[in-house]
């Protein structure tokens, strides 16, 4: 991975954890400091060109279970302080129900699986 483009991960990363008000500056000073200030014209370049991620997925087992589970979606949205524009649904029918929100690294997992797991271990640790 070149220089540049480890740069605009990290940019990426600070996107996704709404650091960005304080990290930019600081990443300026670092990049002066290395002598890399010439790379932000190309760091620029890379992240123009390549597709912004969502700030959430959340996974469903059905399309249904969209508007049944909008409530504690927008909930959980809200408490990780993202909009609502800015999360992609997807489809999983090997999730029996519930669901499931990936935002950075943090993971909500509401979907029937994990609360039966969490139900069994429960019963046999009595």
Do not use: C, W
Not at 104 to 112: E, P, Q
């Amino acid at each position: 991975m070149s220089l540049v483009h480890a740069y605009a991960k990290v940019i990426q990363e600070a996107e996704l954890q709404n650091n960005t008000a304080v990290f930019f500056g600081k990443l300026i000073s670092f990049m002066k400091a290395r002598g890399h200030i010439s790379l932000l014209r190309e760091v620029v370049r890379v992240l123009e060109r390549e597709p912004r991620e969502p700030k959430a997925r959340i996974t469903l087992a059905r399309e249904s279970d969209a508007s049944k589970l909008k409530g504690p979606l927008a909930d959980h949205l809200s408490r990780l302080g993202i909009g609502a524009g800015e999360s992609v649904v997807s489809i999983d029918p090997d999730m029996v129900g519930g669901y499931r929100i990936k935002a950075g690294n943090t993971l909500v997992d509401r979907s029937f699986r994990s609360a039966l797991v969490s139900i069994y271990q429960h019963t046999t640790r009595q």
